[in-house]
């Protein structure tokens, strides 16, 4: 019996004992082919990354060979443009030497006028902006052009008339029939006694100022221009004459009628100064006074268009409207080439309401070459502002800002457009602005335009103050 479990025993220790063995066995199988894999998967991996590396390398070397074209082709590029700025350089310097020097000193001056005044434009709106509000309006009255106009009017007497020569307008203009030509000629005076000779050099330099300021637009530098000449020779009637002209032009109606009267003191048959103290009456609303010299210079020369424009201004005024429309008729029976007869008759037209023969007359008086450019595009502003087409009103304004910026009645003509526009701000903005460049705003008071503002305190009071500064 124990023979028998001893045996028993033996077979379970040998079948246990191989068990054990296949354990082990299929174990190191299993942990072998694992290794396998993993070593496949590492060499899979390294292929993918040797051909990642090759792909970039390739992309490189074709980023390196684009950039290498662009860099050339940029590089031509900036040879190509050195090469045209060389020829376009090559180009200015052979104009400069061909048109001379003066071309390109004109366009340099009219280079920085432009930009001055752009400038001062830009300066004295920020200041009126900050005053409009604080009713600082007496400072804004002191502040005046007419020191500087006068400081450069010195100058130019200075440097004599060499300087003169060289800025001296040249050519033809067409003529204002309100302004007189120079009627104090140079005869040839014998050189040989020391008070011939001075007076000689005087009468040239009167000569000279004198043409200088007939090519003026401006009347702020006529005016100080003539009075050079009236230095010069105090009883040159032209000049006496011109001088007027100017300051109705820049309403200062008071100096116009002391220097017209003078002209026609001097000269009573003097029918152009007899015709400009009539309109420097009528634009001060002196309309008897008006009427009487009007008529005078009428009688005086029959022929003179320019006093029929006046006396048809007196009489619309006068509201005498049939007799204004036939003499303004008169005017242009005499001179149908006047465009200063034109553009007053369409003022004329503007005025009734027959607008589309304003515009006829404005265009005629544009294509005669009236001489006042900024006062014309002003009209025609004027003109499409009462028919509502603000867009053109704006347009003629910029027209008449280039021909000059320091034209009064542009800024109120869009002080107007702003009223119509209901926009508050900006219109009394342009309102100071107009009224400190000199525009008569209150000779328009009864203009649609300030319906809105017209009792207002502020107003009023800012009209009155820079009334007093311009009417004695």
């Known amino acids: 019996m124990n023979k028998l ?104 001056e009219n280079l920085i006028q432009i930009q001055a005044s752009k400038y001062a434009e830009q ?23 007419k020191p500087i106009i006068t400081e450069i009017a010195k100058k130019i007497e200075l440097d004599g008339i060499n300087v003169i020569d060289e800025i001296k307008v040249k050519g033809n203009e067409v003529i204002s029939s309100m302004l007189a030509s120079n009627t104090n000629g140079v005869g040839e005076i014998p050189e040989k006694e020391e008070k011939e000779i001075k007076k000689k050099n005087l009468n040239t330099r009167a000569r000279e100022f004198f043409d200088l300021a007939f090519s003026r637009k401006d009347p702020l530098i006529q005016i100080e221009l003539y009075k050079n000449v009236l230095e010069l020779e105090p009883n040159n009637i032209a000049a006496l004459n011109n001088v007027g002209a100017a300051y109705n032009n820049a309403y200062n109606y008071n100096d116009a009628i002391k220097h017209l009267t003078k002209a026609v003191e001097i000269e009573p048959e003097y029918a152009i100064a007899i015709a400009n103290l009539a309109n420097s009456y009528n634009l ?87 001489p006042n450019k900024a006062m014309l595009y002003n009209n025609f502003a004027v003109l499409y502002r009462r028919k509502k087409e603000f867009n053109k009103a704006l347009k003629y304004l910029e027209k008449a800002r280039e021909e000059n910026p320091d034209f009064p009645n542009i800024e109120g003509t869009l002080a107007l457009i702003y009223a119509d526009k209901g926009d508050r701000d900006n219109f009394y903005k342009h309102m100071i602005i107009a009224l400190e460049k000199g525009c008569p705003a209150w000779n328009y008071i009864d203009d649609p335009g300030f319906d809105k503002f017209r009792e207002e305190e502020k107003l009023n009071k800012l009209l009155e103050s820079y009334k007093k500064k311009y009417v004695a």
């Not at 590029?77 to 052979?94: D, M, R």
């Not at 004295?124 to 052009?145: F, M, P, R, S, T």
């Not at 149908?336 to 515009?359: C, D, H, Q």
Request: charged fraction near 30%; avoid cysteine.
């Open 5 to 108: 479990l001893i045996l028993i025993l033996l077979l379970n220790i040998t079948v246990f004992a191989q068990s054990n063995s296949n354990t082990e066995i299929d174990s190191k199988t299993n942990y072998n082919t694992e290794l396998l894999k993993q070593n496949f998967e590492i060499e899979k991996t390294q292929l993918k990354i040797d051909a990642l590396e090759k792909s970039i390398q390739s992309d490189l070397e074709k980023l390196s060979l684009e950039t290498d074209a662009k860099i050339e082709k940029l590089n031509s590029k900036i040879e190509n443009y050195l090469l045209i700025g060389s020829v376009a350089l090559a180009i200015i310097l052979f104009l400069i030497n061909f048109f001379g020097r003066k071309l390109i000193v004109d366009k340099i």
């Open 123 to 145: 300066k004295a709106n920020q200041v009126i902006q900050e005053y409009i509000d604080n009713g600082k309006i007496e400072e804004l009255i002191e502040q005046k052009a």
């Open 284 to 370: 001060s609303d002196d309309l008897d006074k008006a009427l009487e010299y009007a008529n005078k210079a009428i009688e005086k020369n029959p022929n003179l268009d320019w006093s029929y424009s006046v006396k048809g201004n007196v009489l619309t005024k006068k509201g005498k409207l049939d007799d204004a429309e036939k003499t303004f008729g008169l005017a242009i029976k005499i001179n149908p080439n006047s465009p200063e007869v034109y553009n007053t008759r369409g003022y004329f037209y503007e005025e009734t309401g027959k607008y589309e023969e304003a515009e006829k007359d404005f265009l005629k008086a544009e294509k005669l070459g009236f």
